[in-house]
């Protein structure tokens, strides 16, 4: 034969090559063989090694143990003759996974250091030590350092964050938001809007925030940026070709965790510029003051572009004074824009042509898309508090209104706080994280759905009595309370389930008849 065929082939063996981190399948057995020319030989050493003993570590005795969810490349090394033989085998290990929900909120800067305690995580009676932290994937890197977190390499956005415990064998996962910026002072808010430079009419635009998710940390009072797309020029001209570009303005995420922004003085910029394709403003509460001169001024944005989508929020729009017109939330909804689970309120234009939500929408200006313009309402509650200057939407130009998700309640009697929602109103979106049904109005509160659930609780002096008179009665009374506040219902029935031992009149008061137990 060859050369080659005298010389000794090593061979790792194992019964199985996956194992996980949890006790009693935690570990894996390795045998080897050393043959030459089909004989079995014997070794003069042998070497055991892991390449990710973070992973999974081998002993001396080929056994290997999974600590860490990965793949971990097992080598033995075998020297015979005087000449080393190695082989290879890659053990893949698992570590299980529970889903829970964090006692808090978890919100990370990317731009920031991110503090972590286990009591954020898992409630302040846990003993818990956190040991490593993993974003998206067990099979990334370690970004907890003991006392702080690291995201400043993760995406932006909503994702899973893995938390694992001391020598639990378990991972936690847990949903979390990684954001570009928090924002907690009006004055890095204004910071992040200064300095942008507008478009103008010859289509120039800007756009910024693409891929991004900046957050509300926050109730903050902003000063309304003085830059929209089409500071120049009139909006026709900038928007009035096939080449329009839609990623204008702001075009990333804003998540407002149910805080407020409030603005004195919103002109023509309103507080993003302009909203492009792909943007998303959500769970943001905005009040706003309209300049107290000039006309087409907006709230929320200059222009809206299609694609842009708004959703769970709350906007109440004032007039600040001015004797222009063509104000209101947006000054101008171009294309297909997307808005559900809001509420508008407010008197955006007492000099008239002006719109609750907008004071135009248009289609992209076009001779190949003049019905492309579409502005899809899903769960929205228009409020207009001065119907006789102001329509919900002023001017419909060449635009299919969807409008079958609006409700319009016009009219001066009809006070913010007062505002009921028709029967027929479909809450199940505002049933989210931070937008709830109370009393007939839609407040903004980050707690859970649960909170708003009203607690009846029934009180006694004492629950056990005789049956002997002058000692067989007890008056219970009761309280229904709705998130610490006493609610009045509007009925309540008092019944005995047991009345041979115990009767209940309407009153509450209980009469003990028998020996034995009532409910």
Same mark, same amino acid.
């Given at each position: 034969?060859?050369?080659?065929?005298?010389?000794?082939?090593?061979?790792?063996?194992?019964?199985?090559?996956?194992?996980?981190?949890?006790?009693?399948?935690?570990?894996?057995?390795?045998?080897?063989?050393?043959?030459?020319?089909?004989?079995?030989?014997?070794?003069?050493?042998?070497?055991?090694?892991?390449?990710?003993?973070?992973?999974?570590?081998?002993?001396?005795?080929?056994?290997?143990?999974?600590?860490?969810?990965?793949?971990?490349?097992?080598?033995?090394?075998?020297?015979?003759?005087?000449?080393?033989?190695?082989?290879?085998?890659?053990?893949?290990?698992?570590?299980?996974?529970?889903?829970?929900?964090?006692?808090?909120?978890?919100?990370?800067?990317?731009?920031?250091?991110?503090?972590?305690?286990?009591?954020?995580?898992?409630?302040?009676?846990?003993?818990?030590?956190?040991?490593?932290?993993?974003?998206?994937?067990?099979?990334?890197?370690?970004?907890?350092?003991?006392?702080?977190?690291?995201?400043?390499?993760?995406?932006?956005?909503?994702?899973?964050?893995?938390?694992?415990?001391?020598?639990?064998?378990?991972?936690?996962?847990?949903?979390?938001?990684?954001?570009?910026?928090?924002?907690?002072?009006?004055?890095?808010?204004?910071?992040?809007?200064?300095?942008?430079?507008?478009?103008?009419?010859?289509?120039?635009?800007?756009?910024?925030?693409?891929?991004?998710?900046?957050?509300?940390?926050?109730?903050?009072?902003?000063?309304?940026?003085?830059?929209?797309?089409?500071?120049?020029?009139?909006?026709?001209?900038?928007?009035?070709?096939?080449?329009?570009?839609?990623?204008?303005?702001?075009?990333?995420?804003?998540?407002?965790?149910?805080?407020?922004?409030?603005?004195? #003085?919103?002109?023509?910029? =309103?507080?993003?510029?302009?909203? %492009?394709?792909?943007?998303? &403003?959500? @769970? !943001? $509460? +905005?009040?706003?003051?309209?300049?107290?001169?000039?006309?087409?001024?907006?709230?929320?944005?200059?222009?809206?572009?299609?694609?842009?989508?708004?959703?769970?929020?709350?906007?109440?729009?004032?007039?600040?004074?001015?004797?222009?017109?063509?104000?209101?939330?947006?000054?101008?909804?171009?294309?297909?824009?997307?808005?559900?689970?809001?509420?508008?309120?407010?008197?955006?234009?007492?000099?008239?042509?002006?719109?609750?939500?907008?004071?135009?929408?248009?289609?992209?200006?076009?001779?190949?898309?003049?019905?492309?313009?579409?502005?899809?309402?899903?769960?929205?509650?228009?409020?207009?508090?001065?119907?006789?200057?102001?329509?919900?939407?002023?001017?419909?130009?060449?635009? #299919?209104?969807?409008?079958? =998700?609006?409700?319009?309640?016009? %009219?001066?009697?009809?006070? &913010?706080? @007062? !505002? $009921? +929602?028709?029967?027929?109103?479909?809450?199940?979106?505002?049933?989210?994280?931070?937008?709830?049904?109370?009393?007939?109005?839609?407040?903004?509160?980050?707690?859970?759905?649960?909170?708003?659930?009203?607690?009846?609780?029934?009180?006694?002096?004492?629950?056990?009595?005789?049956?002997?008179?002058?000692?067989?009665?007890?008056?219970?009374?009761?309280?229904?309370?709705?998130?610490?506040?006493?609610?009045?219902?509007?009925?309540?029935?008092?019944?005995?389930?047991?009345?041979?031992?115990?009767?209940?009149?309407?009153?509450?008061?209980?009469?003990?008849?028998?020996?034995?137990?009532?409910?």
């Amino acid at each position: 034969g060859k050369a080659s065929d005298f010389d000794p082939v090593l061979k790792i063996k194992a019964d199985f090559t996956e194992i996980s981190t949890e006790a009693g399948q935690n570990t894996v057995d390795l045998t080897y063989e050393l043959s030459r020319r089909g004989a079995a030989v014997t070794p003069e050493r042998v070497e055991w090694e892991s390449n990710a003993p973070g992973i999974a570590s081998v002993t001396q005795e080929g056994v290997v143990t999974g600590l860490r969810e990965g793949t971990a490349e097992i080598t033995l090394t075998a020297t015979y003759g005087g000449a080393e033989y190695t082989a290879t085998i890659t053990i893949t290990v698992t570590m299980p996974v529970e889903e829970i929900t964090a006692a808090s909120a978890l919100l990370f800067d990317k731009s920031a250091e991110n503090p972590l305690t286990a009591e954020q995580v898992f409630g302040a009676d846990s003993d818990i030590a956190i040991t490593e932290v993993y974003y998206n994937s067990l099979a990334s890197q370690n970004i907890y350092d003991g006392g702080t977190l690291d995201v400043s390499a993760a995406a932006a956005g909503e994702g899973q964050v893995f938390f694992v415990v001391g020598n639990d064998h378990t991972a936690y996962r847990v949903t979390a938001t990684v954001a570009t910026q928090i924002f907690y002072e009006g004055s890095e808010f204004n910071a992040w809007q200064a300095g942008r430079a507008p478009g103008n009419g010859d289509r120039t635009a800007y756009s910024y925030g693409e891929g991004e998710y900046y957050v509300l940390g926050a109730d903050i009072t902003v000063t309304s940026p003085t830059h929209e797309v089409f500071s120049s020029g009139s909006l026709g001209g900038a928007v009035s070709t096939t080449d329009t570009p839609t990623k204008i303005g702001f075009v990333g995420m804003f998540n407002g965790m149910g805080h407020t922004i409030t603005v004195n #003085d919103a002109g023509k910029a =309103g507080i993003f510029g302009d909203l %492009g394709a792909g943007s998303v &403003v959500k @769970n !943001l $509460k +905005l009040v706003a003051t309209l300049a107290a001169s000039g006309n087409q001024l907006a709230a929320l944005a200059s222009v809206a572009k299609g694609g842009a989508i708004i959703e769970n929020c709350w906007f109440e729009v004032k007039d600040g004074g001015s004797s222009g017109g063509y104000n209101g939330l947006l000054f101008s909804a171009v294309g297909s824009i997307t808005m559900r689970n809001c509420v508008v309120v407010g008197t955006p234009g007492a000099a008239g042509n002006a719109g609750l939500l907008s004071a135009y929408t248009r289609p992209e200006y076009s001779e190949a898309n003049q019905g492309d313009a579409q502005f899809t309402f899903e769960n929205v509650v228009a409020v207009s508090k001065n119907a006789a200057n102001l329509g919900w939407i002023w001017l419909e130009n060449n635009t #299919d209104i969807y409008d079958t =998700g609006v409700t319009v309640l016009d %009219g001066s009697s009809t006070p &913010v706080e @007062n !505002l $009921k +929602l028709p029967d027929d109103f479909n809450t199940s979106g505002f049933n989210s994280e931070y937008f709830y049904i109370e009393d007939g109005y839609i407040p903004m509160w980050g707690g859970a759905a649960s909170d708003f659930t009203p607690v009846l609780e029934i009180e006694a002096d004492d629950t056990e009595i005789s049956t002997q008179e002058g000692a067989n009665t007890v008056t219970l009374t009761y309280e229904l309370s709705r998130r610490g506040a006493v609610v009045t219902p509007e009925s309540v029935a008092w019944e005995s389930d047991a009345p041979g031992i115990a009767t209940v009149t309407q009153d509450g008061v209980v009469t003990g008849i028998a020996e034995g137990e009532a409910l």
